[in-house]
């Protein structure tokens, strides 16, 4: 029964390109959600997305970040003209409803130089 | 606004003596707490949870105690092992009368735990 799978794992971007971190939740999970982890710091909560809807983005920056959880695929966590200030971890969680325990990949490391 | 607190970011205890981590919150919606062991460079792993309507949840060498009138959790591992050693995470949810906030996760700082052999 394989985990939550996060690609890539290290990810490094110039500023002002685009970052794509794609999600594939658990087997049976149609609950995903994405976190950011600076350095020094706990997980943040971002976005949590159920198949083809957002239901909470009140963690997302306004600008330059998307989400979306498509029918068919993985969830994409885009982010536009990355700055510096976007290097960080970034999580994905699925659970396979609301409310239950959270199950986390390992994780995109991404780089800004 | 730190909902969820994590006041000792580190913790050193003697194998085979019991680890206690603590956790303070401030949002009196949350009702479902979580803890998670992270590993450096690894996702976060869940490890026990407790619903508000409960004190105690035990499972193995890990229990967690809820005291919802002090808005505190704490984790304890009875034994510690050295491969407890990790970055441990207290997080918590609102209930379905959290609204939107339902579902989504609010995190600790972590408290870095490290068992001697």
């Known amino acids: 029964n394989a985990g939550v799978m996060q690609n890539p794992r290290h990810l490094v971007r110039r500023r002002g390109q685009e970052a794509r971190l794609r999600c594939s939740p658990m087997k049976g999970h149609s609950h995903v959600y994405w976190y950011r982890q600076l350095p020094e710091e706990g997980l943040k909560f971002m976005v949590y997305?159920?198949?083809?809807?957002?239901?909470?983005e009140s963690g997302m920056p306004k600008e330059r970040f998307s989400a979306e959880f498509p029918k068919e695929g993985p969830s994409i966590l885009r982010i536009q003209q990355v700055v510096r200030g976007d290097s960080a971890a970034y999580f994905c969680?699925?659970?396979?409803?609301?409310?239950?325990?959270?199950?986390f990949g390992p994780g995109t490391r991404l780089t800004v130089t | 606004d730190q909902q969820v607190k994590q006041n000792s970011p580190s913790l050193s205890v003697q194998e085979g003596r019991i680890s206690i981590l603590n956790c303070d919150y401030t949002?009196?919606?949350?009702?479902?707490f979580l803890w998670y062991k992270k590993y450096p460079a690894e996702g976060p792993t869940f490890l026990i949870s407790?619903?508000?309507?409960?004190d105690k949840n035990e499972d193995g060498r890990f229990t967690v105690f809820l005291n919802k009138s002090a808005k505190h959790l704490s984790l304890h591992i009875v034994p510690s092992q050295p491969g407890d050693s990790a970055v441990y995470f207290c997080?918590?949810?609102?209930?379905?009368?959290?609204?939107?906030?339902?579902?989504?996760?609010?995190f600790g700082q972590g408290t870095i735990l490290t068992v001697h052999p």
């Open positions: 969680a699925s659970s396979p409803d609301r409310g239950y325990e959270q199950y």
């Open positions: 407790i619903s508000s309507i409960k």
């Open positions: 949002n009196s919606m949350f009702d479902y």
């Open positions: 997080a918590a949810s609102a209930g379905l009368t959290g609204g939107t906030s339902y579902g989504k996760l609010t």
């Open positions: 997305l159920q198949k083809e809807n957002i239901i909470d």
